[in-house]
């Protein structure tokens, strides 16, 4: 190979590196994401932050600026949709948009639905390979959407039919909190177990299943699990 052709490759490469945040509240997971995909060279992705909660996804993604961010649904402090409407301003600039490629382990239509709504250009599973989501996050940032195959579907339910309301009014009574404690109590998760995953005490958990059972006119936790699996958000 010529000097040429090793200096052609090497701007291609250059053209080819895309800047990530990792936004996820598993140490351990970013850790895993950072090794499967983070070696620019192999990959020509560079992981340039990350963050753990939603003040911290914003304060990082506003310094740094990155193509894309790998986005978990659910984040102490307001979930991946509220990154999505505080950095509304990036996603959405003429110039150099900040892309968001939301990366979960829930597979559940409201979630699929609901950061879509939020701004971000795709949903994929913590299933997905690490090959995969490479792929992946390069598609974005070119401004493509990228779903796993499955969730494709919700969204094409969700937005195909134009004279069918997309919102749901009794969902829509409940605040962001109250939907992350209604998914996991609907799961079968014990109140301890809510309030470790959503890092509140358990006092407040049983606060937010009162709300819910309230606003949603349900009167246990039994009947609660049936109104949310008849919605796919189980």
């Not at 996603?91 to 382990?105: D, H, K």
């Not at 701004?119 to 995969?132: E, F, L, Q």
Request: charge should be negative.
């Amino acid at each position: 190979m010529n000097e040429s052709a090793v200096s052609t490759e090497a701007e291609q490469g250059e053209e080819r590196r895309v800047r990530v945040v990792l936004v996820d509240d598993h140490r351990m997971f970013r850790t895993g994401v950072q090794a499967e995909i983070g070696d620019t060279a192999r990959t020509g992705v560079e992981v340039v932050g990350e963050a753990a909660d939603v003040d911290q996804a914003v304060t990082v993604v506003t310094a740094t600026r990155p193509d894309v961010v790998l986005l978990d649904v659910h984040l102490p402090g307001g979930g991946g949709v509220e990154v999505l409407r505080r950095c509304a301003a990036l996603s959405g600039a003429a110039e150099n948009p900040v892309r968001f490629l939301a990366l979960s382990v829930s597979d559940a239509a409201e979630d699929v639905i609901g950061v879509i709504r939020g701004g971000a250009r795709g949903y994929v599973t913590k299933t997905i390979t690490g090959p995969d989501l490479v792929d992946a996050v390069f598609r974005v940032s070119d401004g493509d959407a990228v779903f796993s195959p499955r969730l494709a579907g919700f969204v094409l339910d969700a937005f195909a039919a134009t004279d069918t309301p997309p919102a749901d009014e009794d969902l829509d009574r409940l605040t962001q909190r109250e939907r992350e404690v209604l998914r996991l109590i609907a799961r079968g998760y014990a109140y301890k177990e809510v309030a470790k995953q959503l890092f509140i005490s358990v006092k407040t958990v049983e606060s937010h299943v009162s709300a819910v059972l309230r606003k949603l006119q349900l009167s246990n936790r039994h009947e609660l699990t049936r109104w949310a699996t008849a919605r796919r958000l189980v």
